[in-house]
């Protein structure tokens, strides 16, 4: 059985969450889940916790959770001649650095970054409540440094990733995402009608 893997990262959990109402046979896996413990975070020079780095997070449990996903997916529906687009599971993986752990490199059928301007992203960030919450100056000195150097490695990627405008209503971010991947999952289709 053919999946159907999307990554998205960059300001992306309720445009995953949309996508996941939508789309049939769709399952979500969120990077956020798999932080280690708070005891377990590096502090820099400054005291900032270092959350915006891989090595805060558990890369191994959540790869884990995708390999159990995509077996389960294989054995889960039956392939017919008549399988349609919507009959293929997608797997949606949404996270901050899904595209800077070389492990992930070739599983993506569809890659999409919400690219997000510095005040827009700082106000964005201001609304939202942490545990543990933001240390004053933690946005300036670790969040957004972090997020400029994350988008530079990702001049490095050699798969196509589609650069999406994170300052967009969540609307218009889904309705074109969703379209997109309306047309992908019907190439794909036509994929597995001449295998």
Known sequence: M???IIG????????AKNLQKHLPNCSVISQDDFFKPESEIETDKNGFLQYDVLEALNMEKMMS???CWMESARHSVVSTDQESAEEIPILIIEGFLLFNYKPLDTIWNRSYFLTIPYEECKRRRSTRVYQPPDSPGYFDGHVWPMYLKYRQEM?????EVVYLDGTKSEEDLFLQVY????QELAK??????TA
Do not use: M, P
Not at 155 to 159: E, F, L, N, V, Y
Not at 179 to 182: K, S
Not at 188 to 193: D, F, G
């Open 8 to 15: 998205i990262s960059g300001g992306k959990t309720t445009l």
């Open 2 to 4: 053919k999946t159907f």
């Open 188 to 193: 794909q289709k036509c994929l597995q009608v």
């Open 65 to 67: 959770a995708i390999s």
């Open 179 to 182: 379209e997109d991947l309306i």
């Open 155 to 159: 001049q490095d990627i050699t798969w």
